[in-house]
Each structure stands twice: as C-alpha cells, then as structure tokens.
C-alpha cells in the first residue's frame, strides 16, 4: 500500500476501529484453524494407512518380477535364437498373475515398440527399459499412457547373468486397478484420495483415485509419497466432528485478548509503518541509482511514500536518457566504421571469452587473414578501390560465416575470424571458398574484374594458452610464413602440447 505522510494521522485513527474488527477476524480465523488442525490430524493418519497398502502392492508385483527374473536367468531363455521360449515364458506365467495385462521377457537392447497389443511398448516403456540397461535408478512402479486405451502400470526386473550383466528384462505391464483397489475403496464420508505419478517436470499425471471428489476443491491435500516410486497420494479428509463446540467456548477469550492486542498496536503502527516506508524507500533510491549506473532500469520502482514516488519517475526518466545515450556510445564502439564488421575492441573481449571456455576444454579456431601487397594494391587502385574491396571482403565473410562466428576488422587490410567451439579442420575449407569469391568477384570500378588474393594464418584457441597473446600471436607468425611462402594461402599452426 502506498502511503501518504498527510493521511498517516488520518490512518491512525482507522486502526482503533480496524482493532475492533481484526479482533472479530481473528476469533473466526481461531475457529477454522481448529477444526481444520483436527482434520488434518484425521488426513494424516489415514494418508499413511493408505500409503501402505498401496506400497505393499506394488512390493508385491516388484517381487513376483524379480522372481519371474531370477527363473528366466536359470533356463535361459534370452540367449539367441531363443524368441520361442520366451514366448512360452510369458504364456505360462502370465494368467497366473492377477491384474498382469501383459509379461514380457524381452533381451537387453529392445529398442522397437510393438503395436496391435494391449498395452502398447510405447517410447515411454523403452525409456523405461534403457534407463535401467544404463544402470540407472528406475521406479519400482511407472505409470504409462501412449496414444491408445491400454493405459498400464509397468513394472521393470532386470535378468543379469552371474557376473551382473544385465541380459535383459522381466516387464509386467498391469491394469491401473491393481493399485487402485484401495483408493476405490474409500468411503465419500472418509474423504478424496488421488495417487499422482510427478515427472520430473513437476508435471503429474493421475495413477488412481477414489472417495467424494468434490472435497479437493477445498484446502490443501495431506500428502505422502511412496517409497521406491515417483508417486504421491494425496488426501482430502471430510470435515472434522467435535471440535466446533470447543472453538465455540474459546472465542470470547481470544476476542478480547485479540482486541487488546490491536488497541495497543493503533498506537505504534503508525510509528512503525512511517519508520518501513522511509527505509524502504532510501533502498528504492539506492537501486535505482545503482541500476542508472548500471544502466538497467526496471520498469517500476517501489515506493511506499506518495511523495518520492512522484520524484522517483522523473529521475527514472532521465536516467533512461542517460543510459539509451550511453548504449548508442557503446554500440559505435562495438563496430568497424567502414566495414560494418566488430571492432578490435569487440574482437578482445571475444576472443578473451573463448580463451576461459577453452581453459575449462572447449577449444575455438582464430583466423587472421590479411589481403596479399595490401599497400601495393592501395597504391596502384587508390583509396576509394581500397575502401571498396574491404567493404566486398566484410560482406563474403558475413555470407560465409555462422551467426555464432565473430568476424572483426583489426587493422588496415587485416582481418580476424573467431569460429566458437570448432576444430581446425573444419575452417579450412572455409578459407578456400572464401579466397576463391573474392578473385572472381571484385571490380576496382572499372567493369574490369580483377583477382587479388588473401593470406592467412590459423590457429587453435587451446586449453594450454597462457593467455589470449598466445594463439593471437601463433595466428600471426602462421599469417606471416603465409606471405614468405608467396601468399593465397592459408597456414595452419597448431598450438604446443
């Protein structure tokens, strides 16, 4: 609430009649929190009850498939050549297990989904199966819902050999039911149970559920989460009985004491109230200044005062100023003036970024490339040529180059290229493209094309640099063997190991 040093004396004395009133609120407040404190006592109870049975059963499906697994490893039934016998693996155990949609024996490195049978093995079950296969954690129970109505539970028992090699998998794929029995069972007058499955996007989809559902509407549920799953069941208990005559009892007492609780604070609210606005306010103050130096202006600023709050949007309005003045400065710094490309300072900073990438193993290329007699071709064209073939040659390395590469003009005819994050093998071809434009593109201005030529030197920006000189330095002295060689080319150095 934003306050106002003039209504302050006015709010003062509203809160000997908000004394009277709060003390009402506070009493009914009482009242609900005891009935509610005797139904969540009731929820809690009865969550843990329900949790077990539901536990219990999935224990025992998760122990019938390890048992199944434990048999499939003595005959062995997931060698090769042996799809028969897992066939009738699976049609002799599968009617004598209740609520099984589906038993499965399938061998290490299933990766197809089959389709045509209840339940489906969908991509979630296969999930299921190579996260198991890679030795991770897996639940002891996972709901799945492919795109079809064989909605099932699927329970997963690795096969290994004697030495713990994971052969393959014992699947049983149930009905919902199987889990859901208990929560079906529960009475409107005990509450709503809902077993939920939470993804690890804290997204949840429902695995059963039972009871008066119009209850969930209302407060929060008792949770509790089962042991070895990624399950939760929640519980809405029904109302509570027997503590409303209590409450009843206890109200006046509270009232009154609540009433002389909130006559004496009519006096040092107030007092308290203005003491928080002007605090609050001075750090208001505080970050708007720093974010005017820093140059990142939210797009309010609290203030509990009226009247600094007026004072606050006018300097919030030239701080803006201020900083869109400052960003134009600091994005001409950024740029080549005739070329369009970054400038040497954009080009530091850069490459200093991918020099600490790379000390932590994430090498990039740096290209330096340089026209060929730059300033013989100066003197025989002019400047005007010499502006046009840098603008030609800027313009192919943006064609040429990925968003994430960082092309920069350094000095006079020479050029640098940071490639993020890849190897020198990869560059080079680029570099013999981008020689071979520039002789068949450029005209001086004369409609008479003529080819000029480029050298560069190449090199890796590496974890063992000591720092950005290094590879900067090694791409100079590759651009300068490119020249004693006779130029048009590109040498490739690589750093020391």
């Known amino acids: 609430m934003q306050l106002s040093i003039n209504r302050i004396a006015l709010l003062s004395a509203v809160l000997v009649l908000l004394a009277v009133l709060c003390a ?38 998760k122990n019938t498939a390890r048992q199944l697994a434990a048999h ?48 489906e093995l969908s991509y979630v079950c296969l999930d299921l199966l190579g ?22 539970l699927d329970v997963l028992a690795p096969v290994t050999d004697s030495g713990k090699h994971v052969l393959g998998h014992v ?26 499955q939470i993804n690890p996007n804290n997204e949840a989809m429902v695995v059963a559920s039972g009871g008066n559902a119009n209850l969930k509407s209302g407060a929060a549920p008792v949770a509790q989460d089962i042991a070895g799953t990624n399950w939760r069941l929640g519980l809405w208990p029904a ?14 007492g509270i009232a009154a004491l609540l009433a002389l609780v909130l006559l004496g604070l009519s006096v040092a609210l107030p007092m308290l109230w203005l003491g928080d606005a002007l605090r609050q306010d001075n750090k208001s103050f505080s970050t708007l200044f720093s974010d005017i130096r820093n140059g990142a202006l939210m797009g309010q600023y609290p203030f509990r005062l009226k009247e600094f709050g007026h004072l606050a949007q006018a300097l919030r309005s030239s701080g803006a100023e201020i ?25 530091d900073t850069k490459l200093k970024q991918l020099h600490q990438q790379a000390r932590g193993g994430l090498a990039s290329t740096l290209l330096i490339a340089d026209i060929d007699n730059f300033k013989g071709v100066k003197a025989q064209l002019g400047p005007k040529a010499c502006d046009a073939l840098l603008k030609l040659f800027a313009r192919q390395l943006r064609e040429a180059l990925r968003q994430s590469d960082v092309a920069a003009r350094i000095e006079n005819g020479k050029f640098a290229i940071l490639f993020p994050f890849t190897g020198l093998d990869k560059i080079e071809p680029i570099a013999d493209r981008l020689r071979a434009r520039l002789a068949e593109e450029f005209d001086p201005g004369s409609n008479a094309p003529q080819a000029f030529s480029w050298s560069a030197g190449l090199t890796l920006v590496a974890q063992t640099d000591a720092d950005t000189a290094a590879s900067f330095t090694r791409a100079e002295a590759a651009l300068k063997q490119a020249f004693t060689e006779g130029g048009n080319r590109t040498v490739t150095q690589a750093p020391p190991t």
């Open 323 to 347: 900083i869109h003045d400052r960003h134009d400065l600091e994005k001409k710094a950024q740029l080549d003036n005739l070329t369009g490309l970054a400038s040497r300072a954009a080009f």
């Open 72 to 119: 499939a490893a003595r005959s062995g039934t997931l060698g090769e050549n042996k799809t028969a016998e897992r066939t009738l693996f699976a049609r002799h155990f599968a009617p004598a297990l209740p609520q099984v949609l589906k038993l499965r024996l399938l061998p290490a490195g299933t990766r197809t989904t089959e389709t045509g049978s209840v339940p």
């Open 131 to 152: 996260r198991s296969e890679k030795g991770e954690a897996v639940p002891d129970a996972e709901l799945h819902l492919p795109n079809t109505p064989s909605a099932h």
């Open 239 to 252: 109302a509570a009985s027997g503590s409303s005559s209590i409450a009843r009892l206890m109200l006046p």
């Open 24 to 61: 009402a609120s506070g009493a009914i407040v009482l009242v609900s929190s005891l009935g509610s404190g005797a139904r969540q006592q009731v929820g809690e109870s009865h969550v843990r009850l329900l949790s077990a049975q539901v536990a219990a059963q999935v224990a025992q499906y």
């Open 171 to 196: 699947l049983l794929s149930l009905d919902p039911a199987a889990v859901g029995v208990t929560l079906a069972a529960l009475s409107p007058e005990d509450g709503y149970a809902e077993l939920r």
